[in-house]
C-alpha cells in the first residue's frame, strides 16, 4: 500500500527554475535530492515529514551547468527517479 501519488515537474526543460509537484495519502518523509549523469550529488531538495495531500517544492538550479540531471525522490520505502534537464 503506497502513501505516495505520483510526481509532476512543470516545466522541463527548465532555464532558471521549476516546480515539482508531488502528493502523499498518508503522513510520509519525503526526500528529494538531485544528481547529475554520472551519479555525483548537487542538492537535497527536502527532506521532511508530510502531511496527506498534494506538495510543491521549487528548485532554482544555480551554478551547474546545463545538462540533464536526476532527481531521486523517496517517500518511505518507495524510491522514484526522475529526469531533470537544466538549458
Known sequence: NST???????????????SIQFGTSSHARVSIEVYD?????IQVL???IYQ???H?????????SPGVYF???KVNNT??????IVQ
Open 4 to 18: 505516495f501519488s505520483g510526481i509532476s515537474i512543470t516545466p522541463n526543460p527548465l532555464k532558471t527554475s521549476t
Open 37 to 41: 549523469v554520472c551519479g555525483k550529488f
Open 46 to 48: 527536502t527532506n521532511k
Open 52 to 54: 496527506p495531500g498534494i
Open 56 to 64: 510543491s517544492i521549487n528548485w532554482s538550479p544555480s551554478l551547474i
Open 71 to 73: 532527481g531521486r525522490m
Open 79 to 84: 524510491l522514484e527517479t526522475f529526469k531533470l
